[in-house]
């Protein structure tokens, strides 16, 4: 099996969606520059199952609250642990992330987002 995957879910305020998707699509393609093979963001639209605790309670999502589950495929953890060196690093990240961390105008919250690195386990599929 190949590939490495890193993961998130994060709440972004319903009246902020469409701003946050549009930096959301900058921000792949610079995780692309550098080694990124994929990227995706899914809203959620079904987020309950009985017996399971949801991404809506794990992140304390609020009403007024969307929750975006994404990945990002890197083809290899080495590629993955260089793309996240360099990413945070790139001045176009700082200039597109300002906006969206403003304390007045909070849109995303990276204190409430849950994230992780994930190996292989099982693949099926394309």
Request: aromatic share 12%; proline share 6%.
């Amino acid at each position: 099996m190949k590939n490495y995957i890193d993961g998130f879910v994060l709440p972004i305020p319903l009246i902020h969606l469409d701003e946050y998707k549009n930096v959301a699509q900058k921000v792949a393609d610079i995780w692309k520059e550098y080694g990124a093979i994929a990227y995706f963001e899914f809203v959620g639209d079904d987020l309950f199952l009985e017996g399971t605790k949801s991404f809506t309670a794990t992140i304390d999502a609020k009403e007024d609250e969307a929750i975006v589950f994404g990945w990002v495929v890197f083809p290899s953890k080495e590629i993955r642990d260089s793309a996240n060196k360099k990413v945070p690093a790139d001045p176009r990240m700082t200039a597109l992330v300002a906006p969206l961390t403003d304390p007045d105008k909070l849109i995303f919250d990276g204190s409430r987002m849950v994230y992780g690195g994930f190996r292989p386990l099982v693949q099926s599929g394309e």
